[in-house]
């Protein structure tokens, strides 16, 4: 095996590309990155001797198939639509293929086909979904060959802005994908609490947060998760008491998004009427209705129970929400008219450094003692192209390519990074990249 | 001209069934009550000589075509995803059809062909939609005839509970589908205020209720519907200023219902884990977090923000929902449990009496002078079998099928009930039977 296939050279491809290159020298590998953008992909690759940026339309089947069939391992960062259609071609070709996406069902039903060709699928090998599974699973099956009975297991992750970075009153700026980030949270979260289910509405998830200690950066607060229930059986917990997995924000975050979808702003269902006329004065006021009050921001202010000068209603105001500006986007949606604002309000200067921090709290009872384990990540980036969300997505793919280019994995089939042999290479390369857990245990009862 | 047929001898088919078997001895018609449960339609038809109950399973083709073909008109009373099958035989075998429910988009589609045959087909003949349309386009007309500027048009309609047969502290029983009122509100209420688009989230429609004063009644509360644009251009409105529909329910109601909805209990759109084991105490339980308080009870209080015995937190406990009393429903959705309890609740009993309200406000500018036309109808059931909801529905139906038997519409193709035609004859034929707005014009500017 020596070809490796990188299909899209956008964004989350950087640190990927670049670990791929380097041991390619090393290895005598030759990496081709295709993109629908040409230029993208050949300035990824630069003059590096084993690699090329070439152009591929993913939905020209012909050509696809004819890249797919010249690699060994094909890597997918198409959105994740798009992977179905390339591990039908992996399959037919008989190829292996690693993504960073949530794995669907239908991905999974190409799990016997997959093993009968002894190829592995691997989904789920970036940062959240990925190294949340790999780190997760290395302390569950560690306690557990201890002799440890888990009693709860709570998992935190932010995508968050660095604090030498941060110099606006929501504390936060957009270090990835905008409209993932404005509709976050839709649908009903569900977790599990001393043996029993719970359940958080939407219209009251971002109320409803709790405070974080985060090792080394004091109290952070998070939202609960829709999925904390999903991996329960995958992680080997099918009987703990306790499950959370949650997203993490900088204190006062959530009080004013909770007054953003509050108004209705993160609603995604039907048009503004005259959208591309009104201000953004005039959008606030469309959600006004019989509060007291005499300008707009008092009625909305009336709306949320908050006092006119709150932190809340002073992040609002940053926004520009109360400016009679004109919005300038037809046929938009509430969100829509949001995300675009938060665009600006939001975005990354060039020398801005995001941070990402995750953190495991692992419950659970050994030798008649309760003890507390906490594993923490942290890891800032360096500037707004070579983020730590790039890296900590394209290295677990990178070190995994590797793995499966050195004949290092022997599971066949669809899978996510829940086994040993993936897990403990992964982590344990991982550390030479300053990518590495802090633990602190403490005897709880 | 002289077959009915009528499709459907549910709850609502009483009231119809009788005035065309009335009308039928005089006019000499007969009428075929089908219905795929025949006792029902037998019964309702009785020993009447003029008609006869049959059984019909509506998605056998052919009994259903073969009793179309029969009828001169067809009254279809099916569920309303059901009507265009109907529909479509009615196009073929050149027949005319009636129908108390929204009319669709594909319903809609067949205009040209019913005008092609010379049918009407005509739909929202009922109570809401149907006597709200003609009663407001009679005044709307009036008004504009007089030369008077509508100024503001807003209407009310609420399925209410009579003074006289209301004992819980909701003011409120079941006198309609209680799914619908369970799921009621669900998405976005839009709206005209002084030239300007309003939206009310669902999460805040309850909240945001507004007091109606109904004539010779009090006070009311009403919340916005979903549609009350819709009827704009059709009503002749297209530049009025102000347009609102709403529903009517008793004082106290809607901060009441806002509270199950905050907690997350309107929700239909996942499955409570194990529901057919929880009480309602658990299933209470579920939806509290970290919120203070040593009870669930108090838990819940402080999530809603209500004293402990505040009146809606009496409503909550007089429903039973802190009660330890098994569910005992498999795979059920918070919104499915709380309809199940709300069903044993608010029964109707045999003698209770339901009470209908529609009130019309127009506000209006003629000779420099600001008007307010108020137009209120209040109808009562005589029990829970004779309701005033089922009257008000079937009377409306049976009197447009005397008009179209009669031969005495001109109108074609697929129509609501916005014209001169069908609204001056049917309301006044409605007046014999009691249903009647009472009408009071002030001069307010």
Redesign the interface.
């Known amino acids: 095996m020596n070809n490796i296939l990188i299909i899209g050279a956008g964004r989350s491809s950087s640190a990927l590309i670049s670990y791929t290159l380097n041991k390619a020298k090393e290895l005598g590998w030759f990496v081709t990155v295709a993109d629908a953008n040409p230029d993208l992909a050949v300035k990824k690759v630069g003059d590096h001797p084993n690699g090329r940026g070439t152009w591929l339309d993913v939905m020209k089947v012909n050509d696809r198939r004819e890249l797919i069939e010249r690699a060994d391992v094909v890597v997918s960062l198409l959105p994740a639509h798009l992977h179905l259609e390339v591990a039908h071609d992996c399959i037919k070709l008989k190829k292996h293929l690693i993504t960073a996406s949530y794995v669907s069902k239908e991905l999974y039903r190409l799990g016997d086909a997959a093993r009968d060709r002894e190829l592995i699928f691997m989904g789920e090998m970036g940062l959240d979904p990925g190294i949340d599974h790999m780190s997760a699973m290395q302390k569950i099956n560690n306690i557990k060959a201890e002799g440890g009975e888990l009693t709860a297991f709570r998992s935190y992750t932010g995508g968050l802005i660095a604090p030498e970075s941060d110099n606006n009153p929501w504390h936060y700026k957009f270090t990835w994908n905008p409209r993932n980030v404005v509709l976050a949270g839709q649908?009903?979260a569900?977790y599990l609490?001393n043996g029993?289910?719970?359940?958080?509405?939407y219209?009251?998830l971002f109320k409803?947060h709790?405070p974080v200690q985060i090792q080394g950066m004091g109290e952070y607060e998070a939202y609960a998760n829709r999925d904390s229930l999903l991996y329960k059986d995958v992680y080997g917990l099918s009987n703990i008491p306790n499950i959370l997995r949650g997203t993490l924000r900088h204190k006062g975050f959530c009080d004013a998004w909770n007054a953003l979808l509050?108004i209705?702003l993160t609603?995604a269902?039907?048009p503004?009427?005259?959208s591309e006329k009104i201000t953004y004065h005039?959008f606030m006021?469309?959600?006004?209705?019989?509060q007291a009050g005499t300008s707009v921001k008092e009625k909305i202010a009336i709306?949320l129970g908050e006092r006119p000068n709150s932190p809340v209603m002073k992040k609002l105001e940053w926004l520009g929400l109360f400016r009679k500006k004109r919005i300038n986007l037809p046929n938009a949606t509430?969100a829509l008219i949001l995300e675009h604002l938060l665009l600006e309000k939001w975005a990354l200067k060039e020398e801005d450094k995001d941070m990402i921090i995750m953190q495991h709290e692992f419950e659970y009872k050994l030798n008649k003692e309760k003890k507390l384990l906490t594993s923490t990540l942290v890891l800032k980036g360096r500037d707004s192209l070579d983020t730590a969300m790039a890296r900590l997505v394209g290295l677990p793919l990178g070190i995994f390519v590797r793995l499966v280019m050195q004949g290092k994995i022997t599971s066949t089939g669809v899978n996510i990074p829940v086994m040993e042999e993936v897990y403990e290479p992964v982590l344990e390369e991982l550390k030479e990249y300053d990518v590495e857990f802090v633990e602190k245990e403490e005897v709880i009862g």
Chains 1, 2 share one sequence.
């Open positions: 649908g009903t569900q609490e029993k289910f719970k359940y958080i509405p219209h009251r409803e709790r509050d209705g609603n269902s039907y503004i009427m005259d005039e006021e469309a959600f006004t209705s019989n709306l509430p």
